[in-house]
């Protein structure tokens, strides 16, 4: 079986998804390991409540942090890692030996780079008068939101919509697109 780190900063809504999705029988992997570079990180909290191996990782326990994250993922023989708002860059060592997903509450190309995550996107996307949005699973490679297309799902936005409506919706519908995302990127592993 497949072995999947999740990297997440803060809530990691993300890895309550594949958990649930693992449980239910919808995803063939297991949770190796959870990553946090955020001591306050409900990801990490959540993580020790479904007994999965987690740890935290950040310059101020490790002179080399990038160099910690990829003897770990080593050690759980991990092999694909997702990210579920994860706020630091990857290092290229990461993402060319590990095959590493992301969730973006945007439809990329559209809203995406350096500072377009969370509700910056939203606000973007109304400031925009965008019509639709939705969420991209996506490859990552050494540049911000610009990886290979997995998956995208899409949504009409109401008339009066806020950024704060449609993240709501956004996280919603991110539930589905990190199952069938993944379930795609599973099987072709």
Same mark, same amino acid.
């Given at each position: ?63 080399n ?6 003897? &770990? ?5 991990? @092999?694909?890692i997702? *990210?579920?708002?994860?706020? /630091?860059? #990857? ?24 500072g ?38 899409? &949504? ?5 919509? @806020?950024?704060?409506? *449609?993240?709501?919706?956004? /996280?919603? #519908? ?7 995302g ?7 592993s």
């Amino acid at each position: 079986m497949l072995n999947l780190a999740v990297f997440a900063s803060h809530n990691g809504s993300g890895l309550n998804t594949i958990y649930n999705a693992i449980q239910n029988a919808k995803l063939n992997c297991n949770i190796a390991l959870v990553i946090s570079n955020n001591t306050n990180a409900l990801a990490l909290q959540n993580a020790e409540n479904y007994k999965l191996n987690h740890v935290l990782v950040n310059s101020k326990n490790s002179d080399n942090p990038d160099e910690k994250i990829y003897e &770990l993922l080593k050690k759980y023989n991990c @092999t694909h890692i997702f *990210l579920s708002g994860y706020m /630091k860059k #990857l290092s290229s060592k990461l993402t060319q030996e590990f095959r590493v997903i992301n969730s973006h509450p945007s439809l990329l190309p559209k809203f995406g780079g350096s500072g377009m995550y969370g509700h910056y996107v939203h606000e973007a996307v109304i400031n925009a008068g965008e019509s639709i949005s939705g969420v991209t699973i996506h490859e990552v490679n050494e540049e911000y939101d610009s990886g290979e297309i997995i998956l995208q799902k899409s &949504l009409t936005l109401d008339n009066y919509e @806020t950024a704060l409506s *449609l993240e709501s919706k956004i /996280k919603e #519908l991110e539930k589905s697109a990190i199952v069938e995302g993944l379930a795609k990127v599973l099987k072709l592993s």
